[in-house]
């Protein structure tokens, strides 16, 4: 069992820059990939960036250039750096781990977070 808690969303600018994390219980942590993926107000839940247990890194389109993923398997926490934050970005950001070695999709993550919600604000 893995159990994530996120953290860092709030209220920001356009242009902003926000650091989400997500600390994760449990000693298996170096086993799992993990991803965060968003849910914007409306839509469908979205894949934004993945690393693997190497350290291998994938980004969606839409967020490539402006959001980092990174990983401390010391602390047993993700963390998604974003900047040049649009007010497109506003959504409800969900951290997961997976085992299933299918990255980007939501179908295959064995946990979820219960979410941060991150609003961007012109």
């Known amino acids: 069992q893995v159990q994530l808690t996120e953290s860092g969303g709030g209220l920001v600018q356009a242009g902003g820059s926000l650091r989400l994390s997500c600390a994760a219980s449990g000693r298996a942590f170096r086993n799992y990939a993990m991803e965060w993926f968003r849910q914007p107000p409306g839509k469908e839940r979205e894949f934004v960036a993945a690393i693997s247990r190497s350290g291998s890194t994938s980004y969606a389109d839409y967020v490539k250039g402006r959001i980092t993923i990174s990983r401390d398997n010391i602390k047993n926490t993700v963390n998604l750096q974003m900047n040049s934050l649009k007010p497109e970005d506003t959504a409800v950001y969900y951290c997961?781990?997976?085992?299933?070695?299918?990255?980007?999709?939501?179908?295959?993550?064995?946990?979820w977070g219960k979410g941060t919600l991150v609003t961007v604000s012109l």
């Open positions: 997961a781990a997976t085992t299933t070695g299918v990255y980007r999709d939501s179908a295959y993550m064995n946990y």
